[in-house]
């Protein structure tokens, strides 16, 4: 099977690259990429006025199976994933059973492979049931297949813990991924301040996010030790791992498309919709998430898909669960808010949400357009505008603020090994 990409703008941070060029398909591998390519293909594709850049990673989804299947599932989120033009996603072990052991994880991967649509690269957790009480085998799970490590939702509030969790993950060519939240500090539902007293609910303090990521970041320099902190919002936390970064500390982090779209003032309007953990802060930690991202500080964005039922944030403000689905708004959201009022290139969001992941996760044959790597790419349409509507909505759930808005920019084609698992009609 060929299929060759026709005058699209070829976008590719590895090699330097923000072109008008054509890109041949081969199987599952890319072929050639040139200016101009008139072999004959099984299928063309038109991407004029298109970006055609390396498939989307996503290092931090969740997909609820097994266990919460009438959230989503491995299926419908995929669906998700490659609908929003993500061709690798890697769900967060909060499911149940949890995959602590190689029996769950496997079945998990395997279940991936079954749905076959983009590539799903489960985290193991770090401790027993996400208990934080006993760690698991980390090799049994790495050479299973868990592509790192988290006690996602479920911070470990052992320091000796962590530490210990940190080294047998290092050891292994791996990584701890933290959620970073002091416990102590963190019960609420939104952030702490004025919306928060609006509505009289209890706010999170931002020291919550900071506390925990001021104690991982030290146990990373002084032992020498990657840690990779989970979808920062605040000011302070980019604050702190831009200084530790200067200093050499093997840090790195995350952020997602709300932390750069939205204020807590979101939560006014669509209420329990705009409710997630962490939560959205204020203006000036928004601009810090944007200055995080363009300067290299922030190394990646990831979604933090969180599918709720419409019944289960129907309980109110003060009990809903957190978490908002995300797969199929994250372009919109870099073009309106990155692309649009020019604070990063598509060279920069090639990086943030391929190439760097691709390093991260140690996926040599993906992030970038390249003779001989894995055909995984991603083909948007930066021009499109829309209402985002329910009825669009691919995930099994609808918790989105995003609903009801008018967007910009789309994914119009997913192609994962060479495959073209999505078409934007």
Same mark, same amino acid.
Not at 178 to 184: A, I, R, T
Not at 223 to 235: A, G
């Given at each position: ?179 970073? !939240? +002091? %416990?102590? @500090? ?6 702490? #301040?004025?919306?928060?007293? =609006?509505?009289? *609910? ?108 419409? !019944? +289960? %944030?129907? @309980? ?6 957190? #978490?908002?689905?995300?797969? =199929?708004?994250? *372009? ?94």
């Amino acid at each position: 099977m060929k299929i060759l990409l026709k005058n699209g703008l070829v976008v590719d941070y590895k090699n330097n690259i923000l072109e008008k060029l054509d890109v041949l398909i081969e199987g599952d591998k890319i072929k050639k990429v040139s200016k101009e390519i008139n072999e004959e293909a099984d299928k063309v594709l038109d991407c004029t006025n298109l970006i055609v850049m390396p498939g989307m990673i996503d290092m931090h989804c969740h997909l609820r199976e097994p266990g919460f299947e009438h959230k989503e599932t491995i299926e419908t989120g995929s669906k998700s994933a490659v609908a929003g033009g993500f061709t690798t996603i890697c769900p967060m072990p909060n499911t149940k059973p949890t995959p602590d052991n190689a029996e769950v994880l496997k079945k998990i991967i395997e279940e991936g492979k079954r749905v076959n649509l983009c590539n799903v690269l489960p985290f193991a957790s770090v401790t027993k049931g996400e208990k934080g009480e006993e760690l698991v085998d980390f090799e049994e799970l790495k050479t299973a297949g868990a592509i790192a490590f988290s006690d996602d939702g479920m911070p470990v509030t052992n320091a000796r813990m962590i530490r210990e969790a940190m080294f047998k993950a290092n050891e292994l060519g791996s990584f701890v991924s933290e959620h970073c !939240e +002091e %416990k102590s @500090v963190s019960s609420g539902a939104i952030n702490a #301040g004025k919306v928060a007293d =609006e509505l009289g *609910v209890e706010g999170v303090l931002p020291e919550a996010e900071e506390i925990m990521a001021s104690r991982d970041i030290v146990i990373a320099e002084t032992n020498n030790l990657h840690t990779h902190i989970c979808h920062i919002s605040t000011k302070t936390s980019v604050d702190m791992i831009r200084d530790a970064k200067k200093r050499g500390v093997k840090v790195t982090c995350e952020t997602c498309p709300h932390y750069f779209t939205f204020t807590v003032e979101e939560v006014l309007k669509t209420g329990v919709n705009a409710r997630m953990n962490p939560p959205l802060r204020e203006e000036k930690d928004r601009q810090s998430i944007i200055k995080g991202l363009k300067d290299g500080t922030i190394d990646t964005i990831i979604t933090d898909h969180a599918p709720h039922t419409e !019944e +289960e %944030k129907a @309980v109110g403000l003060a009990k809903a669960p957190n #978490g908002i689905i995300g797969f =199929e708004t994250t *372009v919109p959201a870099i073009i309106m808010n990155l692309i649009d009022t020019n604070e990063l290139t598509y060279l920069d969001i090639a990086r943030l949400t391929s190439y760097t992941p691709s390093v991260l996760l140690g996926l040599k044959d993906k992030g970038t357009i390249e003779v001989g790597k894995t055909a995984d790419i991603t083909i948007i349409d930066p021009n499109k505008e829309y209402v985002y509507t329910k009825e669009m909505v691919v995930s099994k759930s609808k918790n989105s603020p995003f609903i009801g808005k008018k967007l910009k920019g789309r994914n119009k084609y997913t192609i994962v090994n060479g495959i073209v698992v999505y078409e934007d009609k």
